[in-house]
């Protein structure tokens, strides 16, 4: 029987499951906050415990095994139609997002350390929210420049005053994170409008589960199935009304998260409107049904703010409903996320986090930022003119990778005309050092081989803060390539968050530690 | 339940029925053209007429041959009434209902989408033959099928049953109507010749909508004109024949909410009283074009006054 062979990981990599000589050791310069997390027995052939079961597994079966499942889910996934929208000269065609064989494993201790980080985090970002669309007292502790806030395009002075239900800005948060060579998480940003990949974290358990049913009954894989019932919790914890009438408000069939949009909708039993499905009437907010008028209560909208309601905000919007907004701000309906959040995951914004969380919880951050150097401070700017070409340098409203430069991977003209753009106008400009990403054996045309990764998980804001363990895995399928967005040759993962007992310390270990009574 | 959603449901069914009228229509005439091999270009041109396709196949100013005809029917894409264009129009509004479905119904109708779009790649329109549309009428079944056994008797099946039965009943009164369309009256007084010639047709005519049993059955006769048409038009018990479509239009209507169906529930009893209390003798002496004309006015009227109650979203 011929074994799967496993490309190694370059040796300046942390991988996920295996460890070559010299590659950095994980845990060897965590955090104090982290180290508890961190740490994983390495088995000696180079395989860290936590993926041992599942190398076990993979040794032992046949070396078709994976291109076999594979197959298979390709299948499934283009009978499901799961699918995002690509637009093309067609008006748009669907593709599958490729979704990879091999899971992605986080060990109990180290979701644990993310789960109390991601908590506080979204905690502190919800707290932010309210106090500068009323109080500011942030701005008025000169935490942060006055203009850096009001300065904003994001900052929808319409908000400013306006009641949001239990000061819950931000429902559902998608939080970026890496792991850099030094084995260390960082977020690399907290995506808090209207951030999406949750379907394809649920279908990738749903298909990992019926092609690998024998890898889930080796191991705990902690269940991630339940996020839409906490979803429609956290809708209906967003208003004080009885059994409230929930909407989950969609762009249409051609937007490219449509799947996403239907999927939660029915998962959650709730309808699926459009903006033509809905009308307001002397300030409430009402669906057309079958039997008449139904009134809305609460919406989740995925539907960035500037396209809600045409009359308060892009007169163009033929995709929202006109007079939402005035419903909204007399409290009428709920919409989740609110109005105006997009100004705390704005680039700019990204470095005062921690200060946030010392500011509104007068706590340690648990989470790393990634440094961030502020060309508009002289001591940051004249380090990042020195050190450019060992940074990433950004636009801090910029989007899309437009208007960065990745120090690294420029050319010496480029670097000193960048240096140029940036001594003009510092304020503009942010800067990080380059991060390497993790990466997690993958199953490419060339067999297995290591690719690059990162993590999303779901951050749910209730009348507590909730997550399934776990989240969406992306992972960029082109060798070296540190790119997961979907439309650029991104596919995903399956991510497990052990259960306690299989945390990587083996089966003995576990056995002893149910005989202790624990 | 969403108005659009409603109507994104209704319109569904009404494209797989008209895939599989046409499927059924086309499996006909191929077999008709098989068998009188004097068939000239008007006998090829009748599925053109009975879907009412005449302006849109000139367009193409191919010459209306057989083989023509069914590559037109079947697959072209400019015909919004095409068996393509039907099978994607099914698609696109279960696509935008797919949370309101069951998810066999739905991969059912992707299902069929995918493998449609396969043989599009590997069939020659030219040669489009029975095998093809047996296997639409097979979809057109497996969805029905799939339907009746997943599906929660509620609102959205509703809609989905009310979009079958309208489209079929216009579907039965159009064969029906180009069969009959250009004889006399007095045509149903047929000659022994006549008769031989005209067996094969009616016979073809019953087959299109699954009759000829139905009709051995019920009369055990030879097949002439009269009752080929009482049975299409009368017979309560035959799923195509335009009174067992309005019974279940009527009873699929009735189910619906009360709130705004008032004008509806008149007009479908209205035409579902013509049918339970009428005879083919009355038809006749009215003349059965004008009768069938006169229906297919019901049905669009029957249809507006559908979306006016339940689907408009403005």
Not at chain 1, 199 to 213: A, D, G, I, T
Not at chain 1, 229 to 236: G, I, V
Not at chain 1, 289 to 312: E, I, N, W
Not at chain 2, 16 to 29: F, K, S, Y
Request: some cysteine; proline content about 5%.
């Amino acid at each position: 029987m011929t074994m799967h062979a496993i490309t190694p990981p370059p040796a300046h990599h942390f991988d996920e499951m295996l460890v070559t000589a010299g590659a950095p050791e994980r845990g060897q310069s965590q955090s104090q906050s982290q180290s508890a997390g961190g740490q994983s027995q390495v088995q000696s052939q180079g395989t860290r415990a936590h993926y041992a079961a599942y190398n076990d597994w993979l040794q032992s079966s046949p070396e078709q095994t994976l291109s076999q499942r594979r197959a298979q889910a390709d299948l499934l996934f283009r009978r499901i139609g799961i699918t995002f929208t690509v637009y093309g000269d067609e008006g748009g065609t669907e593709r599958l997002i490729p979704s990879d064989v091999i899971p992605r494993i986080i060990t109990a201790d180290e979701w644990s350390y993310l789960e109390k980080g991601l908590t506080q985090r979204v905690t502190a970002i919800n707290r932010f929210l309210a106090d500068i669309y009323h109080d500011q007292a942030i701005l008025k502790a000169g935490l942060i420049p006055r203009e850096q806030i009001e300065g904003n395009a994001q900052f929808q002075t319409k908000m400013v005053g306006v009641k949001v239900p239990h000061d819950t800005y931000v429902s559902i948060t998608g939080v970026d994170i890496v792991r850099n060579n030094d084995g260390k998480y960082y977020v690399l940003e907290d995506n808090l409008r209207v951030p999406s990949g949750v379907s394809y974290m649920l279908m990738n358990r749903k298909m990992m589960m019926r092609l690998f049913p024998e890898l889930f009954l080796r191991q705990t894989v902690r269940p991630v199935e339940h996020y839409p019932a906490l979803l429609l919790q956290t809708l209906k914890e967003a208003t004080d009304i009885d059994n409230p009438t929930v909407v989950l408000l969609t762009p249409g069939r051609f937007n490219s998260a449509y799947f996403e949009h239907t999927f939660l909708a029915q998962q959650m039993g709730v309808e699926l409107v459009e903006g033509q499905d809905l009308f307001v009437k002397d300030d409430y907010v009402y669906m057309r049904t079958t039997s008449g008028p139904q009134r809305v209560d609460v919406m989740y909208r995925r539907l960035d703010d500037v396209f809600l309601d045409p009359l308060a905000f892009r007169p163009d919007s033929v995709l929202g409903v006109p007079g939402l907004f005035n419903a909204y701000v007399k409290g009428n309906i709920v919409i989740c996320n609110a109005i105006g959040t997009g100004v705390a995951d704005d680039k700019s914004i990204y470095p005062y986090v921690p200060d946030m969380i010392k500011f509104y919880l007068d706590e340690d951050p648990i989470l790393n930022n990634v440094p961030t150097y502020q060309c508009r401070k002289p001591a940051d700017l004249s380090y990042v003119l020195a050190n450019m070409k060992d940074l990433v340098v950004k636009e801090v409203h910029g989007a899309g990778g437009y208007g960065m430069l990745v120090g690294p991977a420029a050319t010496a003209k480029e670097v000193e005309d960048f240096a140029a753009v940036v001594k003009a106008n510092p304020s503009n400009y942010i800067a990080q050092p380059t991060l390497s990403l993790s990466s997690c054996p993958t199953f490419v045309e060339s067999g297995i081989a290591p690719r690059h990764i990162d993590l999303r998980p779901f951050v749910l804001t209730g009348r507590e803060v909730r997550m399934v363990p776990g989240g969406l895995t992306r992972v960029a399928l082109r060798e070296g390539s540190l790119v997961v967005n979907s439309s650029q040759g991104g596919g995903t993962k399956d991510t497990w968050v052990l259960g306690d007992a299989d945390d990587g310390r083996g089966d003995a270990a576990a056995l002893a530690k149910t005989s202790e009574g624990n | 339940m969403l108005s659009r959603v409603a109507a994104h449901l209704y319109w569904m069914s009404r494209y797989l029925e008209r895939a599989e009228n046409m499927a059924r229509i086309l499996d006909v005439t191929q077999s008709l053209a098989m068998l009188d091999r004097s068939a000239d270009s008007g006998g090829a041109m009748t599925p053109i007429v009975i879907t009412e396709a005449q302006a849109e196949f000139a367009a193409t100013n191919l010459p209306a041959t057989y083989e023509n005809v069914v590559a037109f029917l079947a697959w072209d894409r400019q015909h919004p009434s095409s068996i393509r264009n039907c099978i994607e129009s099914t698609r696109e509004n279960a696509r935008a209902v797919r949370g309101s479905i069951t998810s066999e119904m739905w991969e059912n109708i992707n299902d069929t989408w995918i493998a449609f779009q396969e043989k599009s790649r590997s069939i020659n329109p030219l040669m489009t033959g029975n095998e093809f549309f047996e296997w639409v009428k097979e979809r057109s079944h497996l969805f029905r099928g799939i339907t009746f056994a997943t599906a929660r008797r509620d609102q959205p099946y509703h809609f989905v049953r009310l979009g079958t039965f309208i489209e079929r009943a216009d579907n039965t009164a159009r064969i029906l109507n180009v069969k009959y369309a250009d004889e006399a009256p007095d045509s149903f007084e047929e000659t022994e010749v006549d008769k031989e010639t005209d067996y094969y047709r009616l016979s073809a005519v019953l087959r299109s909508v699954s009759a000829l049993e139905a009709y051995r059955d019920t009369y055990r006769d030879v097949i002439d004109a009269r009752r080929v048409a009482e049975i299409m038009i009368f017979d309560p018990k035959l799923p195509r024949s335009l009174r067992y479509c309005m019974d279940e239009a009527t009873a699929v209507i009735d189910e619906l909410p009360r709130a705004s169906s008032r004008v509806t529930r008149r007009i479908v009893s209205e035409i579902n009283a013509k049918l339970r209390y009428g005879t083919i003798d009355e038809v006749l002496d009215y003349g059965l074009k004008r009768y069938l004309a006169d229906f297919l006015l019901d049905m669009v009227k029957l249809g507006n006054s559908v979306n006016a109650a339940y689907m408009e979203t403005h």
